[in-house]
């Protein structure tokens, strides 16, 4: 049985001693450094999660460099985004302390991320517009449908406890939004687009949905939005509490798991800009 995604390979071993070392480097130092984390860095560290499945979508288009395009693959993709995320940290880190205003790190992270997403989303559109294949409608849908039931599903848990919400405010609501989206696109992608899906657990769940009653009315991509729903609220519900007693554990851990549903997330919507309009 395959549990790897198909095209996942190791870069040649130059590449990975390069990205390995730079990656543990920059961990040291930002442990040195003592960035100030609280739920807040889980939101500006989002637009980076969503920087790393751009980069790859470059990658499966193929328009990097030779040179270049090992660190931009699967996983390596994972480790390049890392450092750049890390060292633009650690630079903001170092800029804050000499200043003396360490309580801007975290929003200019966010800024810096989102105007680099922006970049590369106007690259991305341009590269479809180059190839005549702009197609801007599905991934303002996954990203809308996404923003909805994210919304919802946070709702329902504020309503069910409320103290789950006041805990997880800001930590929270990404984890849910960053799954939402990843089940939205992926159920889009194999619904609408005809993608065919590269990982095997969402396989499995959408081949388990094809053999239901409802594969020809509502298609097969539901489920696998509803599973990811179901367990990204229900990761926020079991360690609310864990994230206001260590916050700084905590985000770390709800913003690394954000990052596993917004990276392939943001994949699928780059490359739904090249999808057939």
């Given at each position: ?86 060292s633009t940290w650690l ?32 690259m991305m559109i341009a ?108 990761i926020v519900v079991s ?39």
């Amino acid at each position: 049985m395959q549990f790897l995604p198909t095209g996942f390979a190791l870069p040649a071993l130059p590449y990975l001693v390069v990205l390995l070392g730079g990656a543990g480097l920059l961990t040291v130092l930002l442990l040195a450094g003592k960035p100030p984390i609280d739920q807040k860095v889980a939101v500006s560290l989002a637009p980076w999660m969503a920087i790393g499945g751009g980069l790859h979508a470059f990658y499966q288009i193929g328009v990097y460099p030779p040179l270049y395009e090992p660190l931009f693959g699967t996983p390596a993709v994972y480790l390049t985004t890392y450092v750049l995320t890390a060292s633009t940290w650690l630079l903001l880190t170092g800029i804050g302390i000499v200043r003396g205003n360490e309580h801007t790190v975290t929003r200019n992270l966010g800024l810096i991320g989102t105007a680099v997403l922006v970049v590369l989303l106007v690259m991305m559109i341009a590269q479809s517009v180059r190839e005549g294949q702009l197609s801007p409608v599905w991934p303002a849908v996954s990203i809308i449908v996404a923003l909805v039931v994210a919304a919802l599903t946070v709702l329902a848990v504020s309503l069910w406890r409320t103290p789950v919400f006041v805990r997880t405010r800001y930590a929270g609501p990404v984890v849910v939004f960053a799954h939402a989206l990843d089940g939205v696109s992926t159920a889009i992608g194999a619904d609408v687009i005809g993608v065919t899906e590269r990982t095997p657990i969402p396989r499995l769940i959408m081949d388990l949905a094809g053999r239901l009653p409802t594969a020809d009315v509502i298609g097969v991509g539901w489920l696998f939005v509803l599973v990811k729903l179901v367990i990204a609220a229900a990761i926020v519900v079991s360690f609310n509490r864990y994230l206001d007693e260590s916050p700084v554990e905590g985000t770390l851990m709800f913003s690394l798991i954000a990052a596993v549903g917004l990276g392939p997330a943001a994949n699928n919507v780059f490359l739904f800009f090249l999808s057939s309009p």
